[in-house]
Structures are given as structure tokens and as C-alpha cells.
Antibody, heavy 121, light 107 residues
Framework: QIQLVQSGPELKKPGESVKISCKAS????????MYWVKQAPGQGLQYMGW????????TYADDFKGRFVFFLETSASTAYLQINNLKNEDMATYFC??????????????WGQGVMVTVSS | DIQMTQSPASLSASLGETVTIECLAS??????LAWYQQKPGKSPQLLIY???SLHTGVPSRFSGSGSGTQYSLKINSLQPEDFASYYC?????????FGSGTKLEIK
């Protein structure tokens, strides 16, 4: 069955970095883009961007340019989100989700379980 | 960027009632719209895509409609498991914006 399994919760200090993984199984990894969505505590869903799993090219939404990095380990069918120089406002749950690549429509039919990142000094 | 304005932000209803949630896009999205349900502590689940197509396994009491810039999600005969948050999503073009969400609570 199709699954996206994310890594566990993280507790970090401001200024540190965090790396979150999203391991895909049950489908051909390179047939679907991997997308990232942020959800701050008690808030809604915020689109962060995506990575082309064929080429490795990331595309970031405007609010996530600079400190956020998407990358792949294609041999392991795994996508990663790294957040550098963590700030208090990065404290949130981060979801990965898949969608077909290339052309619209872009819908997320499978999601990871989410990773809670806590930022506290 | 396409903005998605969702209403209401919260809604109280009783078991068995019918409710409707609205989503307004800032420009025509040609029915390329999805609805998701999210329960506390869980990931969102796709309910409806292409504005009105039910995703696999979703009960028929859920329905979507609309066109152009105006869309709605209707839930008939509310069941206990339907009390959750709901989000619309622009699936047409990046950034793939979400509505701000509607929290459906039991009255």
C-alpha cells in the first residue's frame, strides 16, 4: 500500500538546523512530486513548495525562500526538508504529500503523518 | 498568486444536520479545486477533487459544487466522525494555496 512515513518529533534551539525525512513506499517515487506543507499550532495549512523527484529541482513558495531546503535520496525513495537557522516562528508540524508531476491539477492524495518541530531555548 | 477565501471560520451543527462551507478564489480556477478533512493530530485527507469528484472511499454524504471562482462543500446528515476541520485548495497553479479552514463542531 502507498505510504509516506515521516521521521519523529524534533526539539531544537533557535539558530540550530533540523532535517525531516519523508520515505515513500508502494509506488514509483519518481512519478510524483513531493510537496511540503506547514501547519503552525492551531493554524491552517500553508504551502511551502515542492521538489521534482525526477530532476531533484526544488521550487519554494515566497515565504520559504532562503532557510528552507528540499532535497532527495532517490535510491531510498526519500525526500527531505531541512530548515536552517531555526526561528521561533518555525515551530510547527510539517507534512509531506505527493501529487502527480508536470501539469495541473495538483491534488494531494497521500500525506505523511507530520513532524512536530519545537523551537525553544 | 491565487487567494482562497473560505467561510465560515467555524460552524456548530447537530448530528443529522446538513452544512455547507464556501470557498472563493481570487480568480477563475476552472474547477481545479480540492477539499480536505483534517482531524486533530492527524494529516489532512483528500475528500473531493476537481470541485465535485469524490475521492476513493469518501462517503456519498459529502458533495462539492461550484465553478469559476465560487465553490462549496456540502455535508448531508452529519455523522460523529465528520466533526473536524475542512480546507479548500487551489490545484490549478503554484503556489497551491489553501483556504484558511473551517472548524466544524458539535452543537
Amino acid at each position: 500500500q502507498i505510504q509516506l512515513v515521516q521521521s519523529g518529533p524534533e526539539l531544537k534551539k533557535p539558530g540550530e538546523s533540523v532535517k525531516i525525512s519523508c520515505k515513500a513506499s508502494g509506488y514509483t517515487f519518481t512519478n510524483y512530486g513531493m510537496y511540503w506543507v506547514k501547519q503552525a499550532p492551531g493554524q491552517g495549512l500553508q504551502y511551502m513548495g515542492w521538489i521534482n523527484t525526477e530532476t531533484g529541482k526544488p521550487t519554494y513558495a515566497d515565504d520559504f525562500k532562503g532557510r528552507f531546503v528540499f532535497f532527495l535520496e532517490t535510491s531510498a525513495s526519500t525526500a527531505y526538508l531541512q530548515i536552517n537557522n531555526l526561528k521561533n516562528e518555525d515551530m510547527a508540524t510539517y507534512f509531506c504529500a505527493r501529487s502527480p508531476m508536470g501539469i495541473s491539477p495538483y491534488y494531494f492524495d497521500y500525506w505523511g503523518q507530520g513532524v512536530m518541530v519545537t523551537v525553544s531555548s | 498568486d491565487i487567494q482562497m477565501t473560505q467561510s465560515p471560520a467555524s460552524l456548530s451543527a447537530s448530528l443529522g444536520e446538513t452544512v455547507t462551507i464556501e470557498c472563493l478564489a481570487s480568480e477563475d480556477i476552472y474547477d481545479i479545486l480540492a477539499w480536505y478533512q483534517q482531524k486533530p493530530g492527524k494529516s489532512p485527507q483528500l475528500l473531493i477533487y476537481d470541485a465535485s469528484s469524490l475521492h476513493t472511499g469518501v462517503p456519498s454524504r459529502f458533495s462539492g459544487s461550484g465553478s469559476g471562482t465560487q465553490y462549496s462543500l456540502k455535508i448531508n446528515s452529519l455523522q460523529p466522525e465528520d466533526f473536524a476541520s475542512y480546507y479548500c485548495q487551489n490545484g490549478l497553479s503554484a503556489p497551491l494555496t489553501f483556504g484558511s479552514g473551517t472548524k466544524l463542531e458539535i452543537k
